[in-house]
């Protein structure tokens, strides 16, 4: 239902397309992109069973435990899938059922997947950090059978639902002991004993549902086939060099496709391998001793590295922070073709050495940084890529299996999203869009989702009539046919004078500051922007003491900490228009955490949540202000002067 086909555009729409025909972007020259994909595998149990046969000694999936790095090999793995499969046809699951599981990401959870692949029924992947009653709405809509837990405490919880369930028969375990009946290994002893072969999975049998947050509040099922996954597993080979000398540390959670698409089945397709964090503030301890070739994060993740090395060679002598800073600039101007003359050169070389340092630091085998979720800032991508690390920005969502277009070898243009993926078209519908050129990305190929599951209504909205997807982006195409994001629909917002604001892209840019957290805009049908800003405590507090300053003890009500944000919003928001820069802002210590709600697992705001929590005190910056409130809006006017 959802083949690429062409088509004529209708008013106010330009097509980019890929394949085995011209593209063209907003100057409609001709323009060759890539060839057709290779056919993709039927389905994703004949992707692993290929890799098993060519990487069976291989290492595949790395777990820490008792203070070391233990290895699963690529046969070692299946083993344990082909038994579990077994063992849950001997529980009852069949063809077409539903099997859930709410674990971190784990090398139990890819083979509770491809044993759920290899019965023809649907994996459905659940948070840990998601609240019980999202699990047990989850459960009821799909109405899974069987539900893997990672621990007994999650077990217990799962197990309180089943009255409510009547679909659910089985709460397994992957961490308990051997003799607990519910364990993944019990059960998969039981399929040992009695062998036999897989279901014949076609390639338009469901996969698997992903849920993701709905309009109304309640979660929706992205239902996806296998040959939306396999298609999009062989698109990004054939656009990426990825192989089985790779490795990534995986934190990004499977149960988001972003995730599960780029760390597993693909990492599963060619042969590599792929170590656990379990937890982000170990995520340097981990890359030291993982050392992987490849990081795939979001922003936010590459925001962080971003401000890590900024603090660290602020405290370095001032004679090396001038080294490096203007060997990163050389750096960034060689990267983008210009000439250097023999000072920058000579400049350049002697920085390379303070930037090896900083990638031992990240365990000294990084080649590619790939982004995507967000939209990554210019500026800290083009860092990242100066430091010796290729910066690859891609884009996706859910209902495309989930990637549509990403920068590769050869075809790179930092800040934007990079050029579809083979056999994807794109076209913008330009009268969504408030800028000339920009409108709302529609894709069209074997990626895009079979629909959402038991929502009529929602896939009347979202599909076009020759099956395109609505994604609910804005983008703009340059005259090459790369794409740029400019914004999501649902977030833009008017301000009183008419003027519209697409915040994501603003607070990336504003939080680049190393006191700053996290940034949230504020000003829908208001006079001018407010921000609510999250303040890095711990780097506030190292400020105040290297100039000597005495701080309160709430940071929000010292008056020099709000000069400080202050002047640090006016000037890491210097490049925006004047109308998009916030006037006022509201300080906190709170984290945005995923565990209290107010972050999604691809760690994006959920701005509903931080309104409930936070809005009565951005309402409050609208008023005038009194004198005791100073502290808490900011103090001092915008640029007002502070001791640094």
Known sequence: MHATRRRRCGPGAQTVRCGRVPCTGMSNAPLELMTTAPAPFLNLIELARSSVTRFATRPLFGEARDGAWRWTSYAEWHA???????????????????????????????????????????????????????????????????????????????????????????????????????????????????????????????????YTSGTT????????????????????????PIGPTDRTLSFLPWAHVYGQVCELHILIAVGASTAFNADTEHLLDDLREVKPTILVAVPRIFNRLHASVRTQIERRPRLIQRLFWRGLDASIRRRRGESLDIWDRVTCWLAGFLFAAIRRKLGGQLRYAISASATLSREVG?????????????????????????????????????????NVRIELDTRRGDAPGEGEIIVHGPNVMRGYHARPEENARVFTADGGLHTGDL???????????????????????????????????????????????????????????????????????????????????????????????????????????????TLTTTELTIENGLLTPTLKLKRREMVERFGAALAALYDPPPREALAVRGGEPLGAPHPH
Not at 188 to 195: H, I, L, M, S, T
Request: aromatic share 8%.
């Open 80 to 210: 344990g899938v082909e038994a579990l499969r077994v063992g849950l046809a001997a529980l009852g699951v069949h063809p077409g059922d539903r099997i859930a599981v709410v674990s971190r990401n784990c090398a139990a959870w890819a083979t509770a997947a491809y044993a759920t692949y290899g019965l023809g029924a649907a994996f459905v992947p659940m948070y840990e950090v998601q609240r019980p009653d999202d699990w047990e709405f989850i459960l009821r809509d799909c109405g899974a059978t069987v539900v893997f837990a990672r621990t007994p405490a999650i077990a217990t919880a799962l197990e309180a639902m089943r009255p409510r369930l009547p679909a659910l028969r089985h709460v397994l375990v992957f961490e308990t002991s051997d003799d607990d009946p519910r364990s993944l290994r019990a059960v998969q002893q039981r399929g040992r004993a009695e062998p036999s072969a897989p279901y014949a999975v076609a390639p338009d049998d469901v996969a698997g549902l992903v």
């Open 217 to 240: 509040g309640f979660p929706k099922g992205v239902i996806l086939t296998h040959a939306n996954l396999t298609s999009n597993v062989a698109a990004t080979i054939a656009a990426f």
């Open 382 to 422: 083009a860092f990242i890529d100066a430091l010796g690390i290729e910066v690859y920005e891609g884009y996706g969502l859910t209902e495309t299996s989930p990637v549509v277009a990403m920068n590769r070898p050869g075809k790179r243009k930092l800040g934007s999203v990079g050029l579809p993926i083979a």
């Open 475 to 585: 983008g703009r195409i340059d005259a090459d046919g790369y794409l740029f994001i400019t914004g999501r629909i649902k977030e833009q917002y008017k301000l009183e004078n008419g003027k519209y604001v697409m915040p994501s892209p603003l607070e990336e840019k504003l939080a680049l500051s190393p006191f700053i957290r996290n940034v949230m805009l504020y000003g829908a049908d208001r006079p001018y922007n407010v921000a609510l800003v999250v303040i890095d405590a711990d780097r506030v507090r190292q400020w105040a003491a290297e100039l000597g300053l005495p701080l309160a003890n709430d940071l929000t009500q010292d008056e020099r900490v709000c000069a400080l944000i202050r002047d640090e919003l006016d000037r890491c928001g210097k490049d925006l228009r004047s109308f998009e820069r916030p006037r006022e802002c």
